[in-house]
């Protein structure tokens, strides 16, 4: 069976230090990988999307950025936070192909700017 | 293009009572819906998903949606509310092979004894 894993659960960071969120999945190939924000009071925010190693297509300019160096792992990465990028992050992957794409989302990440 | 409107932020119910939370979405496409539940603190939850099978769809804890195109609607159901459903509820649209999930603002449903 399929399984999305994502740490770390929880982060606490300083104002213009940087940031590594890392998500991997396991029990399929070549997964779309997609990484969310959820910011309080707010729905969900797709950051950025990838249909395959070293392809990202970023949907919101902001000062993160996410790389895709193995199939099945996703990393959200940023070199100076702001109190902004506080939030829920949230990772999930789907198979890729036809109208029947669901969605399976890790347990996430909560990260407090301060 | 592709959207969807939850109309309520939060829907308060009594246990065991039935629960409505309501989803329109707009979209150029044939879509494929889905339901999520998400407890605080914790990632989303595949409640359900219509597929262009059956128009109305069953799923996990006694939830259901019906698609109704004429109406563009896919709201969410419950015949009798539980503590335990007490979470928020996102109601979700894919567009065939455009890779992209639209969301939508998410209903906080709050269940009283």
């Known amino acids: 069976s399929q399984t999305i894993h994502q740490w770390p659960a929880t982060l606490v960071q300083p104002v213009g230090s940087p940031l590594s969120l890392e998500c991997t999945v396991e029990?399929?190939?070549?997964?779309?990988l997609y990484w969310y924000r959820q910011a309080a009071g707010r729905g969900l925010q797709l950051l950025f999307y990838?249909?395959?190693?070293?392809?990202i297509s970023s949907e919101v300019p902001q000062n993160l950025s996410a790389s895709r160096p193995q199939d099945r792992q996703f990393i959200l990465s940023s070199k100076k936070l702001l109190l902004s990028d506080s939030g829920f992050y949230l990772c999930?992957?789907?198979?890729?192909?036809?109208?029947?794409?669901?969605?399976?989302f890790g347990p996430g990440t909560r990260l407090t700017v301060l | 293009a592709q959207s969807v409107t939850q109309l309520d932020s939060h829907v308060s119910v009594s246990e065991g009572t039935p629960v409505l939370l309501r989803c329109n979405y707009s979209s150029s496409y044939s879509p494929s819906l889905f339901w999520y539940v998400q407890h605080p603190n914790k990632g989303l939850q595949l409640l359900l998903k219509y597929t262009s099978a059956a128009t109305l769809v069953k799923g996990i804890n006694g939830f259901e949606a019906e698609f109704k195109k004429s109406e563009t609607s896919f709201h969410l159901t419950k015949p009798s509310a539980h503590m335990s459903d007490a979470a928020e509820y996102f109601c979700v649209v894919n567009v065939y092979n455009f890779n992209k999930f639209y969301f939508g603002s998410g209903t906080k449903l709050n269940v009283k004894p």
């Open positions: 999930a992957w789907s198979v890729p192909g036809g109208s029947t794409d669901t969605q399976y």
């Open positions: 029990g399929t190939s070549n997964p779309n």
């Open positions: 990838s249909v395959g190693i070293g392809q």
